[in-house]
């Protein structure tokens, strides 16, 4: 049966009808207007529902002293959340495409077009490989207009009869990026890492790799790389963030580790906490510190909204320990 349409009283008058306090009709009503009810109320309420008199009632049905204003709040942190995280996460993005441009570039310095040369990438999976090349070569497509002498690319075609991979990878998204990195060779990839590797001991306190690239380093690195880009997108799409739990295409919890770091690593859950720690990896310091201080700015505001124990709730579901700002601080 389909839904029937619910003007902005209608959704108001339900809202309360199920145990939610709504001190200020016309700010909530304006709050709809802007917002999308499914969005807010069905994308936040999980929370604030409770179970018991839900099922007995067979519809939803709010914790006693439930307002619309923490809703809100909830959903207003997680918005503000997504976008404080999807700033370092594009830096970590520009970080991990330099460093790959960089190295393949370097191997295949006189070659032109290297990067559709079959033989230039691991032969373990050669479908892999021409499915990834055909990427490579429609996104250069996309950004050439040959007829009217236009597009960011044509410069190189038209002066250099070339184009280098460090132009072309400006205009990969983060999938295609990571798709290129898992089909090169992988004496490249560890190259990759070592530069990564040295710019955060550089940028960092605490290092635990030393000279030699162990395979586990390796699995974990790209694996890493693999949840930065599912929590990109998550970001990008608007999802609810807060207790989002990173996974790979098929739904399964993406394993990795901290195993750049020097001291006493906690273990890895995918949450907000990891994902942080995973971006410490390729963050300045002075970024990194950024990143936490906003973040403490955004929790502090939340704490206020919330009583305690929703507060508790959502730090619970989002990793974070009880002393999660020292345990991100030891990591500067």
Not at 1 to 12: D, E, G, I, S
Not at 16 to 37: D, F, Q
Not at 302 to 330: G, Q
Request: proline share 2%; glycine share 2%.
């Amino acid at each position: 049966m389909a839904k029937p349409f619910q003007t902005h009283n209608q959704q108001l008058k339900m809202l309360r009808k199920r145990n939610i306090l709504i001190t200020n009709g016309s700010k909530a009503k304006a709050i709809l207007i802007r917002e999308n009810y499914y969005q807010l109320i069905n994308g936040y309420k999980h929370i604030f529902l409770d179970t018991v008199e839900s099922k007995k009632r067979q519809d939803d049905y709010y914790k006693n002293g439930t307002t619309f204003e923490q809703i809100y709040a909830l959903y207003e942190f997680d918005r503000n959340l997504r976008n404080i995280l999807m700033k370092y996460i594009l830096m970590t993005e520009n970080s991990i495409k330099s460093k790959i441009a960089y190295q393949f570039s370097s191997e295949h310095p006189k070659e032109a077009f290297s990067y559709f040369n079959i033989n230039n990438y691991r032969d373990t999976n050669h479908q892999q490989t021409t499915s990834l090349i055909a990427t490579l070569s429609s996104v250069t497509k996309q950004n050439t207009d040959s007829n009217t002498k236009s597009g960011p690319f044509y410069h190189y075609f038209n002066e250099h009869k070339e184009l280098p991979l460090w132009v072309l990878i400006t205009k990969l998204t983060l999938g295609q990026t990571c798709s290129l990195l898992y089909n090169l060779k992988e004496s490249t990839q560890i190259e990759i890492l070592k530069a990564v590797l040295y710019e955060f001991k550089n940028n960092s306190n605490n290092i635990a790799a030393s000279k030699i690239i162990h395979q586990n380093y390796l699995k974990d690195f790209i694996s890493a790389i693999n949840c930065i880009k599912a929590f990109r997108n998550v970001c990008a799409h608007e999802d609810r963030l807060y207790d989002y739990y990173a996974k790979n295409k098929n739904g399964k919890p993406i394993q990795t580790s901290f195993f750049y770091i020097g001291i006493s690593t906690p273990a890895f859950q995918g949450g907000i906490f990891d994902i942080i720690l995973l971006l410490r990896l390729f963050l300045t310091k002075r970024d990194y510190k950024q990143l936490l201080h906003r973040l403490l700015d955004e929790l502090n505001k939340l704490e206020h909204e919330l009583p305690s124990s929703l507060f508790s709730e959502v730090t619970r579901k989002m990793k974070l320990p009880k002393n999660w700002t020292s345990e991100l601080n030891k990591f500067i």
